[in-house]
C-alpha cells in the first residue's frame, strides 16, 4: 500500500519568514495530494490540495508544489503570521473513487515565533 | 449547519469493557469514515463507509466495528477495549468520489486504564 513520510517532524520560524514542509510518497499512481492543518485541541482542515496533473497550486499566502518524478510534494508558506502554528498534515490518495485508501504523513508541528 | 458531530469528547475505560462512538453529518455527504490519531502516526483510517448500507476496513479495523445507521449517522463500536485503543478518535465524511475533501468532527479522547 501507499506510504507517505513527511519532513521535517517539527519546525520553528521567526514571523515573517517562510516554511517548508515536504513529503514523499511511495506509490506512482497516487493522484491526489492534500494538505490539512490541525490547531492545539482542533479538528483538521483541508487548506490546500493537488491534482497529480498540475504542477503547482497558489492560494494566498500558502502553495504546494508536485514532483511527480520524484514522488514528493512540499507545502510553502511565506510571510508567516503567529496564527499559522498548527500541525500540518500531508496526504495521497490513489482510489479514483473514494479517500479510502488515503494514508497520512505523520505530521509536521510548525511554531511560529513573534 | 453543524457539519460533523461526534460524542463523546471525552471518555475513560476500564480494560474489557465497551463503548461506540457516534457519528452525525448534515451534509448530505455519501462517504464517512472513522481515523485514529496517535502522537507521530498521524491519521489512521479504522474503518469507512463509501455509501449507505456498506462498511469496509481500514488500515488499522482490528478490535473495532462499524455501523452505518443511515446515511446521517456512522458509529464506531470498541466491544473490549485495550489500553493500545487509547487514543483520539476522529470522524470523517466526504461527497462521494476520489480526491474530496474530508470533513472533521471535533475528535473523541479516549484513555483505556
Known amino acids: 500500500g501507499e506510504n507517505v513520510e513527511q519532513h521535517p517532524s517539527t519546525l520553528s520560524v521567526q514571523e515573517g519568514d517562510s516554511a517548508v514542509i515536504k513529503c514523499t510518497y511511495s506509490?506512482?499512481?497516487?493522484?491526489?495530494f492534500p494538505w490539512y492543518k490541525q490547531e492545539l485541541g482542533k479538528r483538521p482542515q483541508l487548506i490546500i490540495d493537488i491534482r497529480s496533473n498540475v504542477g503547482e497550486k497558489k492560494d494566498q499566502r500558502i502553495a504546494v508544489t508536485l514532483n511527480k518524478t520524484a514522488k514528493h510534494f512540499s507545502l510553502h508558506i511565506t510571510e508567516t503570521q503567529p496564527e499559522d502554528s498548527a500541525v500540518y498534515f500531508c496526504a495521497a490518495s490513489i482510489s479514483p473513487y473514494n479517500n479510502n485508501d488515503m494514508r497520512f504523513g505523520a505530521g509536521t508541528r510548525l511554531t511560529v515565533k513573534p | 449547519n453543524a457539519g460533523v458531530t461526534q460524542t463523546p469528547k471525552f471518555q475513560v475505560l476500564k480494560t474489557g469493557q465497551s463503548m461506540t462512538l457516534q457519528c452525525a453529518q448534515d451534509?448530505?455527504?455519501?462517504?464517512m469514515y472513522w481515523y485514529r490519531q496517535d502522537p507521530g502516526m498521524g491519521l489512521r483510517l479504522i474503518y469507512y463507509?463509501?455509501?449507505?448500507?456498506?462498511?469496509d476496513k481500514g488500515e488499522v479495523p482490528n478490535g473495532y466495528n462499524v455501523s452505518r445507521l443511515n446515511k446521517r449517522e456512522f458509529s464506531l463500536r470498541l466491544e473490549s477495549a485495550a489500553p493500545s485503543q487509547t487514543s483520539v478518535y476522529f470522524c470523517a465524511s466526504s461527497e462521494a468520489g476520489a480526491g474530496e475533501k474530508l470533513f472533521f468532527g471535533s475528535g473523541t479522547q479516549l484513555s483505556v486504564l
Open positions: 463507509s463509501a455509501s449507505e448500507g456498506t462498511t
Open positions: 451534509m448530505n455527504h455519501n462517504s
Open positions: 506509490d506512482s499512481a497516487s493522484n491526489y
